[in-house]
C-alpha cells in the first residue's frame, strides 16, 4: 500500500520555513514535503531596520531558499497564481505576474499550509511610492539606507499609512534608530523626526499601559509624535503630506509602513472572509476546507477586544509549529495534539545599542496580558542573538 503524503506548504517565509522544516524533522522520508516561493531568498525582515542605518549589509539578512533542500524538503519557486482549497490543488508559474510566457503547472497536495503573508500596496496611496521609502521591503529599506547617508539635517518623517501593518513596533523601532544614526553622524542638532501614525497609539493590542510606554521610549528621544493621522498623499515633488484631518508636513526623507492586504491569489480563492483575510481556528489554525491550514499574516484571527492578532513573525512561527505538529500526528498517528496558546514576545530598539521588551498572552480575555520591560543593553543583545540563532536554527 502506497501511504506516502504530500505537503504543499505555500510561501517560503518565517511561517513556511519553520513548517516545513519542523514537518521533515517529524515525518518519514517516503512522505514529501514540497515548499513554494517566488523569491530564491528568504530574508529575516526584523533586520531591515538595522539595515536601513548602515548596520546589516542585504547579504547578512538573508538566505537561499535551495539550502533547504539539504534537510529533504523540495523548494520549487515560482509564482502561485490560483489555490483551490476544495481540491488542495495549486497552479504555480514560471513567470512573472501579467506576463504570458513560461510554463504552468498544477501541484496536487494531501495537505495544503498557506503562509503567503500580507502584500504590500504603497500605490493605493497617490504619491506615497514616489514621494518615500518602504522600509518594509529590501529594496527600499536600502533606498532609505543611501537616503539617510545623503541627508545632512532636516526633517526626517516616519509614517504609518494604514492602522493595522506587521510588526506593529517596527515603526516606533524605525523613527528611534534613525533618531539615533543622526545623533552619532553628528546632525542631531539639526534634525528632526517625525512620526506620523495612522494609529491612536503605539501596539493598540497590547493595551493601554504598553502602548504609553513606547510612546515615552519615543517622546524621550525627542521625537515628535503624531498619533491619528490619515494620510490622503504625498506630493512628491515638494516633499508634502496631506492628512485626512487636513494637517500637512513637509519632510526632507519620508520612510513609510504601507497599506498590507491578503495577496491577491489568496483573495481570489475562496478562502478569506469579509475582513479581507483568511478565518482559522485560533488553536488549530485550520480552515473552513479539510486538509488546508493557513498561518502568519495571511490570517486574520479576532480578539474578544475587537482587534485581530497582530502580524508578527512570532505568531507565524508558533502557528507553523503548531500545524506541523498536527498534519505530523495526522499521518503518523504519533505524538499529542498541538494547540496554540495565543503567546508571543517581541523586541523593541530604542537605538543606542538597547531594546526594550514585550511579552504576554495575546489570547487573554478579556484584553491580551502583556508586560513591556524597560529598555537596556541585555534586550539589545536578545535581539542580535535572535538573528543569529534564526539562520542557525532554520538554515
Ligand atoms: C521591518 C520589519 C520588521 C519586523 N520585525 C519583526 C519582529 O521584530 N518580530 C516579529 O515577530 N515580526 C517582525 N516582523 C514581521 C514578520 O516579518 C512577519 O510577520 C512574518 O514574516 C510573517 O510570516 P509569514 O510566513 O506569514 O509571511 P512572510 O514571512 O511574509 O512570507 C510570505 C512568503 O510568501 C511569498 N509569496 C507571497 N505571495 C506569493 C505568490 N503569489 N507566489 C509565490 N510566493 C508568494 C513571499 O515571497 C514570501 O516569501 C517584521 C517585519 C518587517 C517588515
Known amino acids: 500500500m502506497n501511504d ?5 506548504i505555500l510561501g517560503g517565509g518565517v511561517g513556511g520555513v519553520v513548517t516545513a522544516t519542523t514537518l521533515r524533522k517529524k515525518l518519514p522520508r517516503r512522505h514529501q514535503v514540497i515548499i513554494v516561493d517566488r523569491e530564491r531568498d528568504h530574508l529575516f525582515a526584523p533586520s531591515l531596520l538595522w539595515l536601513m542605518t548602515g548596520q546589516r549589509s542585504a547579504r547578512k539578512i538573508r538566505r ?29 508559474a514560471d513567470r512573472s505576474p501579467g506576463d504570458d510566457r513560461g510554463s504552468v503547472r498544477d501541484l496536487d497536495a494531501d495537505y495544503l499550509v498557506v503562509s503567503l503573508g500580507a502584500e504590500l500596496t504603497p500605490e493605493t496611496i497617490p504619491g506615497l511610492a514616489e514621494g518615500g521609502h518602504n522600509f518594509y521591503t529590501l529594496a527600499g529599506a536600502e533606498s532609505l539606507k543611501d537616503a539617510l547617508e545623503d541627508f545632512n539635517g532636516g ?36 534634525t528632526q523626526v517625525d512620526l506620523y501614525a495612522a494609529e491612536p497609539g503605539p501596539m493598540g493590542v497590547t493595551g493601554p499601559e504598553v502602548s504609553a510606554g513606547v510612546r515615552q521610549m519615543v517622546e524621550d528621544k525627542g521625537i515628535a509624535y503624531h498619533p491619528e493621522h490619515q494620510v490622503a498623499e504625498v506630493d512628491a515633488r515638494v516633499r508634502w503630506i496631506t492628512f485626512d484631518n487636513g494637517a500637512t508636513a513637509d519632510f526632507d526623507v519620508l520612510a513609510y509602513v504601507p497599506p498590507h492586504c491578503a495577496p491577491r491569489v489568496v483573495s481570489e480563492s475562496g478562502l478569506v472572509d469579509d475582513s479581507g483575510w483568511i478565518p482559522v481556528d485560533r488553536n488549530t489554525l485550520d480552515t473552513r476546507f479539510p486538509g488546508v491550514y493557513a498561518i502568519g499574516d495571511v490570517t486574520g484571527i479576532p480578539l474578544k477586544m475587537g ?12 502557528e507553523a509549529e503548531v500545524v506541523a505538529q498536527n498534519i505530523a500526528r495526522d499521518i503518523t498517528g504519533k505524538g499529542e495534539p498541538a494547540s496554540y496558546d495565543g503567546f508571543g514576545e517581541c523586541f523593541v530598539e530604542t537605538g543606542g545599542g538597547k531594546a526594550g521588551f514585550g511579552r504576554g498572552n495575546f489570547y487573554a480575555e478579556p484584553t491580551p496580558q502583556v508586560k513591556l ?4 543593553r541585555r534586550w539589545h543583545l536578545g535581539k542580535v542573538l535572535f538573528e543569529k540563532n534564526w539562520f542557525r536554527r532554520w538554515f
Do not use: Q, S, W
Open 155 to 190: 526633517r526626517i518623517v516616519v509614517l504609518t499609512a494604514t492602522p493595522a501593518y506587521k510588526c506593529p513596533a517596527a515603526p516606533y523601532e524605525a523613527a528611534m534608530l534613525i533618531n539615533d544614526y543622526c545623533r552619532k553622524r553628528g546632525i542631531g542638532d539639526r
Open 373 to 376: 520591560y524597560k529598555a537596556n
Open 307 to 318: 482587534k485581530p492578532l497582530p502580524m508578527a513573525g512570532v505568531f507565524a512561527e508558533r
Open 4 to 8: 506516502a503524503k504530500t505537503i504543499v
Open 64 to 92: 537561499p531558499l535551495d539550502r533547504l533542500t539539504k534537510k529533504g524538503i523540495e523548494v520549487t519557486h515560482g509564482e502561485i497564481e490560483r489555490i483551490e482549497p476544495e481540491a488542495r490543488r495549486v497552479r504555480l
